[in-house]
């Protein structure tokens, strides 16, 4: 019996009063088209790390305003909800600091640069409460948009829900030669999305129950940058948005409303050789897209997301009822073109980058994993005591102290990974330290937008990848490859991989 717990949940946040509730009134009275009742998005500041520059990063308790009430509890990074910008030159060294002004362990993991593991900010790198961590960071990698957020094991989910996570820009100064927008905050936005569940005190709840930790943890509120149902004044020109989905689980299926083409021009590991144009876009837990839209009709747009299409798939046992299912398209944001702001880019680029080529047969070894989500009978009792160790990948769940794969430095593999058992759904697959192309997809060439390299796939049955294994990861300090809904991450489907 499926019940609509999102309608009643959004009921009950209109009687309460909170500062959600505002927020959902407000997006409501927004989605009629009262767009002044809107905030405007939310820019997260800018820090340019350079050489010799140290960049601290507090990951610390705060207070948020997610809409036009009062703030509430939340948490941050240097920040009152997410966290800065941090745009890193490729070639240079970065010393962070990082500190932890939290009352619990965390670590804070760099998805998306290629460093050796003892740099990475997986499990095995915490940071107790009070201290600091201090990586010097040589990033060496093509421009890219990447991201960092915790990895604590059993704690990753929460901590990402409650606000830790941001942005990182890998830069190599040549935007400006492939004419692509690159004024930060003007024609080059941040888009950090995410959903969340409000409680009546109007402050974000992390509940899982034992059908979110199936299913992953999905809200019924989208936020973006922290803000319910912003707006964004831009240019009348191209537009470059850096899509970041750091939601647990939800995986969006992006299109505006008006359903114009956009354009992707980049994927998690760095530009594709050239704009490859679509109407709709579907970004994983994890995923980053950069893709250029233009405003040059002047014409406010929203920008939507379909319902998640990668839950639900095929038969669902009756008793997981569709609870989250949700019928239409529903609003992230809205963008108005204003007049006043200086188009950059009015045209397209038509060359992008020349990717690293990769060649299939370079290969040395096949690997096979296939992701568990219901081992364990824990479940059977329905107590969550029983579901730490649930989930798993080929039949074994999460062991900080098992290696599961040992690659060479310096070579490739094919690795297949495919969805087994119940409930058939897609699982957003990841690897630190490695950056792979997607050679099939349930059997099929990828879409041109996923033809670059990537750190995350999304597996909705089948999917081979070729990766490659450059940078080093002893025994004692491996990377982990992992489904990205971080309930499963955090439920046992994660492996180790030293690179030796
Ligand atoms: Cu976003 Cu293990 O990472
Ligand atoms: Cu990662
Ligand atoms: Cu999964």
């Known amino acids: 019996m499926p019940i609509d717990t999102s309608l009643t949940r959004r009921q009950a946040l209109l009687l309460s009063g909170s500062a959600a509730a505002l927020a959902a009134a407000g997006l409501s009275r927004w989605a009629q088209g009262a767009s002044t009742a809107a905030q405007a998005l939310p820019i997260p500041r800018l820090i340019e790390a350079r050489n010799g520059e140290p960049v601290t990063l507090t990951l610390q308790k705060t207070q948020h305003r997610f809409g036009r009430g009062a703030p509430v509890p939340a948490q941050g990074i240097s920040s009152s909800y997410l966290g800065p910008v941090v745009r890193v030159p490729s070639g240079e060294t970065i010393s962070f600091r990082v500190e932890n002004h939290l009352d619990e362990e965390t670590t804070l993991h760099w998805h998306g640069l290629l460093v050796p593991s003892h740099l990475d900010g997986g499990p095995h790198n915490t940071i107790r409460p009070g201290a600091a961590w201090s990586p010097e960071i040589r990033v060496r990698q093509p421009a890219a948009t990447a991201w960092f957020h915790p990895h604590p094991h059993g704690s990753t989910a929460r901590q990402i829900h409650s606000g830790l996570a941001g942005m990182m820009i890998v830069s190599d100064g040549a935007d400006g030669e492939r004419a692509l927008p690159a004024t930060y905050g003007v024609d080059d936005l941040p888009l950090i999305l995410q959903d969340k569940r409000f409680g009546r005190s109007g402050a974000p709840v992390y509940d899982p129950d034992m059908m979110d930790l199936m299913h992953g943890f999905q809200g019924d509120t989208l936020v973006v940058n922290g803000a319910v149902g912003p707006v964004a004044r831009v240019p009348a020109g191209y537009v470059r948005l850096r899509l970041l989905n750091a939601a647990n689980a939800r995986i969006f299926d992006l299109r505006f409303a008006d359903r114009r083409p956009f354009f992707v021009v980049a994927g998690d590991g760095g530009f594709l050789a050239e704009p490859v144009e679509v109407r709709s876009l579907a970004i994983a837990p994890g995923e980053r ?207 180790q991989l030293a690179v030796v």
């Open 289 to 495: 897209y950069e893709v250029l839209v233009n405003f040059a009709d002047g014409r406010a747009v929203e920008l939507t997301t379909a319902p998640d299409a990668g839950h639900g798939r095929g038969m669902m046992m009756p008793m997981m009822g569709a609870r989250k299912r949700r019928a239409g398209a529903e609003a992230l944001m809205r963008f108005e073109p204003d007049p006043v702001l200086k188009a950059a880019t009015t045209r397209l680029p038509r060359q992008l980058a020349t990717p690293a080529p990769f060649d299939a047969r370079s290969a040395v070894a096949k690997r096979t994993f296939e992701l568990n989500t219901m081992m364990g009978m824990g479940m059977m009792h329905g107590r969550r005591s029983g579901a730490a160790d649930m989930m798993g990948i080929n039949g074994r769940s999460f062991a900080m102290d098992r290696i599961d794969v040992t690659a060479r430095l310096g070579t490739a593999e094919v690795w297949e990974i495919s969805v087994g058992g119940m409930p058939p759904m897609a699982h957003p697959f990841h690897i630190h330290g490695a950056s792979f192309r997607i050679l099939s997809k349930n059997g099929r060439n990828p879409a041109a937008h996923e033809a670059g390299w990537k750190d995350v796939v999304l597996v909705e049955e089948h999917a081979e990848i070729l990766v490659r294994f450059d940078n080093p990861a002893p025994p004692r300090m491996p990377f982990m490859y992992h489904c990205h809904i971080l309930e499963h991450e955090d439920h046992g489907m994660m492996g």
